[in-house]
């Protein structure tokens, strides 16, 4: 079957709820039920279309890769999405997530501010993000990223106060200017090679010379792409964002932000650059530390560096902060880190060849494999984080360490779940961070990188560091007098249990989860397989991602 409608479904579920929440936004009660079912339905759309992808469904005969082609107009001509299982790893680690984090939000945003469009704002946010996932060309990359980032320059100045207002419009203004950057690149890669499928793409680059592309142009081109990428994903340098939206926007939206937002940015690095850039015939790079032919071999580099930037500044900075979501958001910023590594390693892999042990094979897979499961604990933890942090304004009236103190003796059933939470983070078994962890360790022993293994100890320390500062200052000690006369809001309190529970059963049962993230992680390097499923001519002359 050439289409399979199945693929669309999730992104016409929150297309729809976003719609028809907007069409009931005078009657808040039945706005509320409208979103909840709508999130509801978005979770079985999201796991019917898992269910197909790893039952071995696909298209063009094509195991595990299921394509649409819209109105039948098929590729490179029309608009295509394309599910394999990396969009699938990635889709269910947004409907855990964005069901939770919406129902946080019913409780915790008052009818005045969901009668505002909250709601709407939220659907159409998850569109954005679900069609970032699904599609298969470039142009259409920067479409649904803009409509995620449309709706969430809206949703971080909902309080609209001075500090609200000041953090939008520094939001508003980098992400604007990363995508006039990105605009750019798309209409360059264009005019170089002539086609924005990425399999089509992915196809030129392998036999550049019968299609009359240079292959420096585009080297360019990507480079301007990674950087608009990394921009989103909030990777040292670009991260500059990160902490004051985190803190202006509201607890459900900071944890959206962190948990799933930032990780279409890593999406799009990990698809671009490792399905469609890495297939590039071999060029003469000619550049200072770049060994090999590979546009990996410019960008593994580049990763490492960013990478370990961003574990380093965001961990120290994390260790000092103030209040609860300051530390949260540097640490992100951290965490984010260990992935952008992982990927390092995984392009080197691409780049060297090198082996790894069984099931994975191949140092690539193991990369990939470990940044996508701890992109998954990350977004669990950090979002049970940012949903702790709400909740605790919402019952003590502050977040500052300065007025808490002894919230674990006050309530208990919220302290367990920041608990879990924070132990997931650091990576304590059998938490889902720890197995994390553990893949990104063991990437960089097969990888042979010392300075690799270094760098993620330091993290791991740092991480440690403001957590148990964040856990011995809000919650253990003595009780301040703001949380003795607290009023405790338990509806939040379960919402942040329910996910850090979560955190902790895919932990304990890990073997589906590592299953899934080593299958993602071949989709990812898949390039021919690719190239099937969405009716394109395999050609593929050369190594990268194709096998």
């Known amino acids: 079957m050439a289409t399979e409608q199945v693929v669309v479904a999730p992104l016409l579920v929150a297309l729809v709820t976003a719609i028809l929440t907007l069409v009931v936004h005078r009657y808040v009660r039945v706005q509320k039920v409208v979103s909840a079912l709508g999130g509801l339905a978005y979770v079985g759309a999201v796991a019917m279309l898992i269910q197909r992808v790893r039952s071995g469904a696909g298209s063009h005969g094509v195991e595990g890769v299921l394509t649409y082609q819209l109105s039948e107009w098929g590729a490179p001509f029309g608009i295509t999405l394309v599910a394999d299982d990396l969009s699938a790893f990635m889709l269910g680690l947004t409907a855990v997530v964005s069901l939770l984090a919406l129902a946080f939000s019913i409780q915790y945003v008052d009818e005045a501010g969901q009668r505002v469009s909250y709601h709407p704002l939220y659907h159409f946010m998850l569109v954005g993000v679900t069609g970032s996932f699904l599609t298969a060309d470039i142009f259409n990359l920067f479409v649904w990223f803009e409509v995620m980032l449309m709706s969430s320059y809206v949703l971080v100045v909902f309080y609209s106060g001075p500090q609200h207002t000041k953090a939008a419009l520094q939001y508003v203004v980098l992400n604007l200017v990363g995508s006039a950057f990105m605009l750019l690149a798309i209409g360059g890669l264009y005019s170089t090679t002539g086609t924005l ?15 009359g592309i240079s292959l420096v142009p585009v080297l360019g081109l990507s480079a301007v792409l990674f950087v608009v990428f990394a921009l989103k994903a909030g990777i040292v340098p670009f991260q500059w964002w990160v902490p004051a939206a985190y803190r202006a926007a509201p607890a459900p939206v900071s944890a959206m932000l962190a ?116 992109s998954l604990n990350h977004a669990l933890a950090k979002a049970a984080l940012f949903l702790a942090s709400g909740a605790v304004y919402e019952s003590v009236g502050s977040i500052e360490f300065d007025d808490l103190g002894g919230i674990a003796g006050r309530m208990p059933l919220l302290s367990t779940g920041f608990f879990v939470a924070a132990l997931s983070l650091v990576g304590i078994p059998p938490l889902l961070g720890f197995f994390g962890k553990f893949l990104v360790f063991d990437a960089a022993v097969n990888a042979g990188s010392n300075l690799g293994i270094g760098l993620a100890l330091l993290g791991a320390i740092l991480t440690i560091a403001y957590v148990t500062r964040a856990w011995n200052r809000g919650f253990w000690g003595e009780r301040s007098e703001a949380v003795e006369q607290a009023t405790p809001q338990y509806g939040l309190f379960a919402t942040v249990l329910v996910l850090a529970v979560v955190a902790l059963g895919v932990g304990v049962a890990f073997d589906p989860v590592v299953d899934a993230a080593i299958d993602a992680a071949n989709a990812a390097l898949g390039t021919g397989d690719y190239i099937e499923a969405v009716g394109l001519e395999e050609s593929l002359t050369s190594g990268g991602g194709g096998h």
Not at 201 to 211: G, K, N, V
């Open 197 to 211: 499928n990425m399999a089509d793409l992915a196809r030129r680059l392998a036999d550049p010379a019968s299609f």
């Open 259 to 374: 948990g799933v937002v930032k990780k279409v940015g890593i999406y799009a690095i990990i698809r671009l650059y490792f399905t469609v850039f890495a297939n590039a015939a071999p060029m003469d790079l000619s550049l200072p530390g770049v060994v090999g032919e590979s546009t990996l071999a410019f960008f593994g580099p580049v990763l490492f560096i960013m990478g370990a930037a961003s574990i380093i500044l965001g961990g120290v900075a994390a260790v000092n902060r103030d209040n609860v979501d300051d530390l949260l958001a540097y640490s992100s910023i951290g965490q984010v880190g260990f992935i952008v590594i992982a990927l390092a390693f995984a392009a080197g892999g691409v780049v060297a060849g090198w082996e790894a042990p069984d099931p994975y094979g191949s140092v690539a897979v193991l990369g990939l494999a470990a940044a996508l499961v701890y």
